[in-house]
């Protein structure tokens, strides 16, 4: 597993001090960017309430707790960026979930972009070219970890 520097860690520390304080609404954005990148992704979040359109899905329960879930685990990451290798197991292991409910790793790419869109969005002028790849470089770490759980899974179907 990679590792951060120094710099990349106290950019991404400053910067999710105060976001994640709120993190339900700052997940919101960044879902709802991604529906706009990529509008066939909602087809994934078929909860028991309806998830037929944007807005029916930003406001279904279940989905807003899917985006505290994928808050958490953002937040897991920034907590543990001087050993971020103790979270490999459950990354590992949240790529093979996602394998069997049919995310394509690629999406994952979709989710960092959209991170990024809300980050910007917040950060304003503290938003500069060492700080987006400040998170790039955590966020690729985390969805290296998923996609390689993710294509494990595949391969244990395959057999
Ligand atoms: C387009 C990308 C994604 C889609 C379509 C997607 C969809 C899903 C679905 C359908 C589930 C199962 C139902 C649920 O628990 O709500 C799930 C679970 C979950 N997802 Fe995602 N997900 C995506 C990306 C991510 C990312 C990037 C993260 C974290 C960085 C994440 C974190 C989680 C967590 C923590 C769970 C719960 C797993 C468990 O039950 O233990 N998801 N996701």
Known sequence: METLSGKDKELIRSSWE????????????????????????????HYNTNCGNTQDCLSSPEFLEHVTKVMLVIDAAVSH??????????????????QAVGVNPQSFAVVGESLLY????????????????????M????????SQGWAENGEDKAD
């Open 118 to 137: 809300m980050l910007q969005c917040n950060l304003g002028q503290a938003y500069t070219a060492a700080m987006r790849q400040a998170w790039l470089n």
């Open 81 to 98: 960026l001087d050993d971020l290798h103790s979270l490999g197991d459950f990354l590992l292991n949240l790529g093979r979930k996602h």
């Open 18 to 45: 105060s976001l994640g304080k709120n993190k339900v609404p700052h997940g919101v954005i960044m879902f709802s960017r991604l529906f706009e990148l990529d509008p066939a992704l909602l087809t994934l979040f």
């Open 139 to 146: 966020y690729g770490i985390v969805v290296a970890a998923m």
